[in-house]
């Protein structure tokens, strides 16, 4: 069964750190593109950051530049998004989203979702 785990959410203060993973079963994520989203109370998702497969580049969203970091650890099959620095507009919850092909049909697979809240 196909599945993606988000967990690592939750309370933090402003300037703290989390960090967020994302687990895949069922396929191996090294062969997808690997995005976090996130989704802020009354607002649409946004995409925050990607990590390909090999060799690994990586984009973040302005919002997010020089304070996240997206990687990867294929021995575990999980996806990480550190985040430094937050502010309480890094509330939402962040989602993890696998894109690719298989036998040349896109396959888009998505988390649950972990709720970060950033508030004093």
């Known amino acids: 069964q196909v599945q993606l785990v988000e967990s690592g959410g939750g309370l933090v203060q402003p300037g703290g750190s989390l960090r967020l993973s994302c687990a895949g079963s069922?396929?191996?994520?090294?062969?997808?593109?690997i995005g976090w989203f996130r989704e802020a109370p009354g607002k649409g998702r946004e995409g925050v950051a990607c990590?390909?497969?090999?060799?690994?580049?990586?984009y973040y969203d302005d919002s997010v530049k020089g304070r996240f970091t997206i990687s990867r650890d294929n021995a575990k099959n999980t996806v990480y998004l550190q985040m430094n620095s937050l502010k309480p507009e890094d509330t939402a919850v962040y989602y993890c989203n696998a894109l690719g092909t298989v036998l040349a049909s896109t396959m888009s697979y998505w988390g649950k979702g972990t709720l970060v809240t950033v508030s004093s």
């Open positions: 069922g396929f191996t994520l090294r062969h997808y593109l």
């Open positions: 990590i390909s497969g090999s060799p690994g580049s990586t």
